[in-house]
């Protein structure tokens, strides 16, 4: 169900930025990876947690400021050309 969700919002994300653009509207959507959260880190044991930190060349979970800071730039004027996309903001994890 999960993986029919996450499609779900590619496709939706895709169709809107078609239907949005000429409005000058931009659309994405952000696919964070691990992110060290309270709700994420409940009942996992250790090292579970360590394995997860291992799977991306930073070595650690992300932080719920990296998800802010890929937010910030594509609502930001930086992103203002970037639409239809998903950002994977994962550290790397592939």
Not at 6 to 20: G, Q, R
Not at 68 to 89: C, E, K, M, N, Y
Request: aromatic letters at 6%; hydrophobic letters at 45%; a negative charge.
């Amino acid at each position: 169900m999960y993986a029919a969700t996450k499609a779900a919002v590619e496709a939706l994300t895709h169709i809107l930025a078609k239907e949005l653009g000429p409005r000058g509207i931009t659309v994405n959507a952000v696919a964070p990876g691990p992110v060290e959260t309270e709700f994420f880190m409940a009942g996992k044991p250790d090292t579970l947690v360590e394995n997860i930190k291992n799977m991306n060349p930073f070595g650690r979970l992300g932080t719920p400021e990296d998800i802010a800071a890929a937010v910030a730039f594509l609502a930001g004027p930086d992103g203002r050309w970037i639409s239809g996309q998903t950002l994977r903001a994962n550290g790397g994890v592939i």
